[in-house]
T-cell receptor, first 111, second 114 residues
Framework: GQQLNQSPQSMFIQEGEDVSMNCTSS?????WLWYKQDPGEGPVLLIA???AGELTSNGRLTAQFGITRKDSFLNISASIPSDVGIYFC???????????WGAGTKLIIKP | NAGVTQTPKFRVLKTGQSMTLLCAQD?????MYWYRQDPGMGLRLIHY???????AKGEVPDGYNVSRLKKQNFLLGLESAAPSQTSVYFC?????????????FGPGTRLTVL
């Protein structure tokens, strides 16, 4: 099936650092979404992107829909302890109702 | 609003047993989905529904059945559980065909098949 390559798999960061992660694919996507999953819970939508080149912010989070429509990026500025969790990208191909999901980036803050 | 709720939270089955997972949403959403999440992998869509009385297959439908008799409920059935179905199952819903990508998730059901 279709695949999204999400990187990095995990990140160890210091509180206060900026974080960057991305998703890439060989296919063209119509929509990109970024979700966060806390332990023992379901994913929660952070940002949705609908147009190539779109840059959208949600507080300290900023995501971009790549110009080629084959990638997306998520940045977190000045990380805090509650940013810990798994971040997933998801994309929509064509006009069907199925999202394709990346494998996730696990964010861990060094004590 | 409770959002999306799932019952049960945990379940252990023996191979060959059957069970039904219940998902309920109180947001009047049209679309509902069942996913499974396995370690190191993204979510994979099992089945979905675009409205009451309709269902469709997702990426990994084999071994599962679903029903959407009421708009607010989406049931996932396992007729004869297998160890390969050990996973965390998530239900999600989204408002309509315009915002169907913006999905709201339940807390998950952790299923172990021995």
């Amino acid at each position: 099936g279709q695949q999204l390559n999400q990187s990095p798999q995990s990140m160890f960061i210091q509180e206060g650092e900026d974080v960057s992660m991305n998703c890439t694919s060989s296919s063209i996507f119509n929509t990109w979404l970024w979700y966060k999953q806390d332990p023992g819970e379901g994913p929660v939508l952070l940002i949705a992107l609908y147009k190539a080149g779109e840059l959208t912010s949600n507080g300290r989070l900023t995501a971009q829909f790549g110009i080629t429509r084959k990638d997306s990026f998520l940045n977190i500025s000045a990380s805090i302890p509650s940013d810990v969790g798994i971040y997933f990208c998801a994309g929509q191909l064509g006009s069907n109702y199925q999202l394709i999901w990346g494998a996730g980036t696990k964010l861990i803050i060094k004590p | 609003n409770a959002g999306v709720t799932q019952t049960p939270k945990f379940r252990v089955l023996k191979t060959g047993q059957s069970m039904t997972l219940l998902c309920a949403q109180d947001m009047n959403h049209e679309y509902m989905y069942w996913y499974r999440q396995d370690p190191g992998m993204g979510l994979r869509l099992i089945h979905y529904s675009v409205g009451e009385g309709t269902t469709a297959k997702g990426e990994v439908p084999d071994g599962y059945n679903v029903s959407r008799l009421k708009k607010q409920n989406f049931l996932l059935g396992l007729e004869s559980a297998a160890p390969s179905q050990t996973s965390v199952y998530f239900c999600a819903s989204s408002p309509d065909r315009i915002l169907y990508n913006e999905q709201f998730f339940g807390p998950g059901t952790r299923l172990t098949v021995l």
